[in-house]
């Protein structure tokens, strides 16, 4: 997800007054221009196993890898934030599902309504689900990444921040993305040096990390080629694909409401398990919950969901298998509920009557 920077709010003559009293004053200071990673002995032994594994030329790959920029700034990226914030679902929400992205939401969908109808049909994945993810991920294809994902996985393969706390197993998670990244450029006749993408290293419309290019992405507009850097058709079918593999079932909601048991103990038990479906409706009914509407004829196991409002009430929802199944997108239930809404909200807008 991209992080936004808060910027102070000026009046225009007095943020003009103040940028002509800092060019006065003193220039911006400038990053210095990264470096090359260089050659260390992890970096070799990787270039040396991949080459053998695949057949490549290992004194080329070599130098390729050397020759990366090691970017201080995906390191600094890739760390937690420094200060905790007190999570807020409705301040969350209102970043995606808003009038502008909604809009570009409605052209996209008009556009494309024939790849999204036939993702719908092939995968059983309703076309609001995949223009919700869509419109999370990059705005519709406005923004996928201005970072070389060469240079950003190289840095994280090799330079992952020790203060991170997971930093064994993330490094070890982006040597391995580097590694599908290599092999993925080659399939596709892309230029390693030249692919763009986000500060991890992920990828196009739908922002597919390379492992899951090479494993879920499909060719979904016929040409015979997979490109998720410039074709919606195949970032459409893709995602569909995404989530039909991991266990979309057509025709169930992806949630429902709820009322928590007034008793602490089961309130606490019940959300335990997060986003995790594990309570059946008759359990929940037991402990006290009231599922709401439809939600008391649902068939299989149900997760309860707390989303923090900073000092405001919660929000609570049962989340269903496909609830479970869009948080394999990104694993968090604030991402999840945005992609539904904004989905949901984009569908609405697009039945409209003009005018």
Same mark, same amino acid.
């Given at each position: ?42 970096? +070799? ?6 080459? !053998? ?52 939401? +409605?052209? %996209? ?13 092939? =995968? ?35 330079? %992952? ?40 290293? !992920? ?38 694909? =995404? ?21 602490? !103990? ?90």
């Amino acid at each position: 997800m991209t992080r936004i920077r808060l910027i102070p709010h000026f009046c225009a003559g007095l943020a003009l007054s103040l940028g002509l009293v800092a060019q006065v004053q003193a220039k911006p200071k400038r990053e210095p221009p990264p470096k090359p990673l260089g050659t260390r002995p992890a970096l +070799v032994a990787f270039a040396n196993d991949l080459a !053998a594994a695949e057949g490549w030329d290992a004194a080329q790959l070599h130098r390729q890898l050397a020759a990366a920029s090691n970017l201080p700034k995906v390191r600094q990226l890739i760390l937690p934030a420094t200060t905790q914030t007190a999570k807020n679902w409705n301040a969350y929400r209102d970043r995606f599902i808003e009038p502008k992205r909604i809009e570009a939401g +409605v052209a %996209f969908w008009a556009e494309h309504e024939a790849a999204l109808a036939k993702a719908e049909r092939q =995968y059983g994945v309703p076309a609001e689900v995949i223009m919700g993810i869509l419109g999370v991920e990059t705005f519709y294809g406005r923004i996928t990444g201005g970072f070389k994902v060469l240079d950003a996985l190289a840095t994280l393969a090799f330079d %992952f921040p020790a203060a991170h706390p997971r930093a064994a197993d993330r490094q070890a998670f982006f040597r391995s993305e580097l590694a599908e990244f290599l092999r993925l450029t080659r399939e596709q006749g892309l230029d390693p040096t030249d692919v763009r993408g986000s500060y991890a290293g !992920a990828l196009g419309w739908p922002q597919f990390m390379p492992g899951s290019w090479r494993k879920y992405a499909v060719d979904f507009d016929g040409d015979g080629h997979i490109n998720l850097l410039a074709s919606p058709a195949d970032a459409i079918g893709s995602i569909a694909h =995404y989530l039909a593999e991991f266990g979309w079932k057509p025709g169930q909601p992806t949630h429902y409401g709820v009322t928590l048991p007034v008793d602490p !103990a089961e309130r606490a038990r019940l959300l335990a398990p997060d986003i995790k479906p594990t309570f059946s409706v008759a359990e929940l009914l037991a402990a006290g919950a009231e599922p709401t509407g439809a939600a008391r004829n649902h068939v299989g196991p149900l997760a309860v969901i707390e989303l923090h409002n900073g000092g405001e009430p919660p929000t609570v929802v049962l989340g269903t298998e496909n609830f479970w199944v869009v948080t394999r997108y990104n694993w968090s239930a604030y991402y999840a509920l945005a992609v539904i809404e904004l989905g949901e909200a984009v569908k609405a807008a697009l039945r409209q009557p003009p005018g």
